[in-house]
């Protein structure tokens, strides 16, 4: 299985090809792709010199295009397609079919990958794109549990991505308007999930409170960790309860599955986190590439070594990994 | 202006759907969408219930009638469900998936973009125009001026416009989960729902820790805990280039809501403003009301 690692910045690029991804992905400074936030991305220069990086150590770059393209603004999105196949990258990851289509059209030779956002779940939507657009590979949302998995890998015309580590998504990705409901802005057409700019703290007697454009979020006791508000992982009140109604503050951590996902030929495994620090990426990266290493020099032996888990704890939301979706109990 | 009632996303039992469905035949309707597109346990009626209600409402309604497919599709017999309702031969289906759409392609069927297909630019349309689509509705977070320059953009490519259905009344459909939150508020696992969420026929609110109203909560989909009201917005909705308005359906009070739209068209003045929510349609905020932001 081929380890997937992300790059928000170019010191973050280097952390990870040093510590051993097969392929990075990036994504342009602008609303093209999900991870639009401010001071994020890579710019033209660090791009190539990025890419150059990446092929002096024999890795891959992957880049997203992987919002949905704005009939306004397409011509960036046509530019971001282009400047992706100019650059000679690895896969272009994509979602919008109107972007899918101006890129297989436009650039035959350019592998397409289906973006998560894409919320392909089922084998029949991934004919649809493979057969259209010529997608090679598909990234699959974290909605599904693991034998669902087995029965798209099984069915699928394309070689399949998944999760393994980071933020976890408790709705289908490309299948969320939450954010849009509370602040405006959303995965789909912003690339961005409760953003920065709607967030305030506020502390008084009752704690420390969070909100999103106003919106009461969470609220914390004195000596209670406290997140980003992000809207899916908030306290709210339901029948009278107030509990964390939709999701925990926690992160995916899918160490323990890497035998069961290799024996359903899943063909890559993807870290979350354009958004996250390079510190992080390395940490990740070291920590994965030496999973997956052990697992194939001995795949009757493997077992996660603790070193490794309290490695990943300490870089997780809320300190605590689940095992999502892929466990049917989570569910 | 058409009206069309959209399919039933909560869980009702099969006694007050077949009640529901003889009123909202009797309702000056075009378009009348069934079948369950949340969750695939809900089973108050399959696929042949479904047709076999509609080849009843036929004898009472002009409404075309529609079949509505499952928006989250997973499980191997969650997809093969799919498949056999893309073959039902009768009703032309609305894909709310493109496991639907790919089905649909295959047969050369017409079929209805339903608003969890993310559909957001001429160029996505145009894709899905080759593939047989024939009414699009927009993914409810789309602005008014999203909606009208996706069509001008598709008259620029030479491409002639599929009918425009806009999502304007009800609690909006925001988000699909793995996880079952009706389930989950009840302490049940998934697994084993007793299908609570029948107990909850406009679903359950979710409230800040302030009490304001925020989601409600309906099996594995998330929805909006203000309902979405375009009724003010009407001649916009018709300059944007709308050809059907879509009324979701509520617990109570549907033929009073579609006496309301009816009467708007009909030539009766729009209300200056309306309960609920339109951000989304003015390009803010989807919990927003246009008439207090001062828009």
């Known amino acids: ?331 | 202006m058409k009206l069309s009632l959209g399919p039933v996303l909560f869980y009702w039992t099969r006694e007050k759907l077949l009640d529901f469905y003889a009123e909202m035949a009797e309702q000056p309707l075009d378009a009348i969408y069934l079948g369950e597109t949340v969750c695939s346990k809900r089973r108050a009626l399959g696929l042949d219930d479904w047709l076999g209600l509609a080849r009843e409402l036929r004898e009472c309604t002009r409404a075309e009638l529609l079949l509505s497919g499952l928006a989250l599709v997973e499980a191997a017999s969650e997809l093969s469900s799919l498949r056999r309702l893309c073959d039902n031969g009768e009703l032309q289906v609305e894909a709310n998936d493109m496991g639907a759409v790919q089905f649909l392609r295959e047969r050369g069927l017409p079929f209805v973009a339903g608003p969890s297909l993310n559909l957001y630019n001429g160029h996505a349309l145009a894709e899905m125009l080759d593939c047989g689509l024939r009414r699009w509705v927009p993914p409810v977070e789309c602005s008014g001026n999203l909606v009208r320059s996706t069509l001008e953009q598709l008259d620029g490519l030479g491409l002639e416009r599929p009918e425009v259905e806009l999502f304007a009344y009800g609690h909006l459909p925001l988000a699909y989960s793995a996880r079952c939150f009706t389930a989950r508020a009840e302490n049940r696992p998934k697994d084993d729902c007793q299908f609570c969420c029948v107990g909850y026929p406009e679903g359950i609110a979710l409230h800040s820790q302030e009490g304001e109203a925020l989601f409600t909560l309906n099996g594995i989909q998330t929805m909006s805990a203000k309902v979405n009201n375009l009724l003010a917005d009407y001649p916009q909705l018709c300059a944007a280039g709308a050809d059907f308005l879509r009324l979701s359906p509520r617990a109570e009070g549907m033929r009073e809501v579609i006496a309301a739209f009816d009467a708007v068209r009909g030539g009766a003045l729009p209300p200056l403003a309306v309960e609920g929510c339109n951000g989304y349609w003015h390009g803010r905020p989807g919990m927003l009301r246009a008439e207090e932001i001062s828009l």
Not at chain 1, 203 to 210: A, F, I, K, P, T
Not at chain 1, 219 to 228: H, L, S, V
Not at chain 1, 283 to 298: F, K
């Open chain 1, 1 to 331: 299985m081929q380890l997937i690692c992300p790059a928000g910045s170019l010191p973050a690029l280097k952390a990870a090809v040093k510590r051993g991804a097969d392929a990075v992905y990036v994504g342009f400074r602008d609303d093209t792709n999900a991870r639009h936030f401010a001071g994020l991305n890579l710019d033209d220069k660090q791009l190539e010199s990025g890419l150059q990086l990446i092929r002096q150590n024999g890795r891959q770059l992957y880049v997203a295009v992987n919002t949905y393209a704005l009939p306004d603004g397409w011509t960036r999105w046509q530019r971001a397609v282009d400047q992706a196949a100019a650059l000679g990258v690895d896969a272009l990851i994509a979602a919008d079919p109107g972007v899918l289509a101006y890129a297989s059209r436009r650039h035959p030779n350019l592998n397409l990958h289906l973006s998560v956002q894409g919320s392909a779940t089922n084998a029949a939507a991934l004919a649809l794109y493979q057969q259209r657009y010529g997608i090679r590979r598909a990234v699959l949302p974290r909605v599904l549990s693991l034998a669902q998995v087995r029965q798209v890998a099984e069915k699928s015309p394309v070689p399949i991505e998944v999760f393994a580590f980071g933020s976890l998504c408790i709705m289908a990705e490309g299948r969320c308007h939450l954010s849009s409901y509370l602040t405006g802005e959303s995965p789909n057409l912003c690339g961005v999930c409760s953003p920065a700019k709607a967030v305030r703290w506020q502390e008084d007697v009752e704690g420390l409170s969070s909100r999103l454009n106003g919106v009461l979020i969470d609220r914390y006791a004195k000596d209670e960790p406290a997140g980003y508000p992000t809207l899916c992982k908030g306290r709210f009140l339901v029948n009278g309860q107030r509990f964390h109604a939709l999701e925990e503050p926690t992160s995916l951590n899918t160490l323990d599955l890497i035998p069961q996902l290799a024996a359903m030929g899943v063909s890559a495994v993807k870290i979350e986190g354009r958004q996250r620090s390079p510190a992080y990426v390395e940490q990740v990266t070291r920590v994965w590439r030496a999973a997956l290493d052990a697992y194939a020099s001995a795949p009757q032996h493997f077992s996660v070594q603790p070193q490794w888990r309290s490695a990943l704890a300490g870089l997780s939301e809320g300190s605590q990994t689940t095992l999502g979706a892929y466990h049917r109990s989570w569910q």
